[in-house]
């Protein structure tokens, strides 16, 4: 596996497997929020940097897809259970379904559908990340 580079991350991607009214309660549409997503130790986290883009991806059956979109809020961090980073996110109207994702050419090579059980972060290059604007409202 080659290793990333600044120039290939256009926007990491943070997923959890509970929705997001369960990562934030009271998450509203359209609201922005702030809040730590666990991050898996490797070398990708000296890549991550505050206002880079990010987005929330719901994994699973329930309703997988990007549900919600914004920037690293901090530097990457650490605590008991390991690194994390801040988020802050605004929580899209309607999430943009997977399967639209899977199904558009620009997006559909992305690692989060390659290898969905892969560990956060994630990360769209240049082009996925403006296939999946292109879908954004």
Request: with cysteine.
């Amino acid at each position: 596996m080659t290793r990333l580079r600044p120039a290939d991350v256009a926007c990491w991607v943070v997923k959890s497997a509970r929705p997001p009214s369960a990562v934030v309660p009271g998450w509203r549409p359209g609201e922005e929020r702030t809040f730590t997503r666990c991050l898996y130790r490797s070398y990708r986290l000296g890549l991550v940097a505050p206002g880079d883009p990010c987005l929330l991806w719901l994994s699973g059956r329930d309703r997988p897809g990007v549900h919600a979109t914004g920037v690293v809020a901090g530097e990457v961090g650490e605590d008991e259970r390991g690194p994390l980073v801040h988020v802050r996110l605004t929580l899209l109207a309607e999430p943009v379904p997977r399967a639209d994702l899977l199904a558009d050419p620009g997006f559909a090579g992305a690692e989060v559908l390659r290898v969905p059980a892969g560990s956060n972060p994630s990360y769209l290059t240049p082009a996925q990340h403006a296939a999946l604007l292109a879908h954004l409202p």
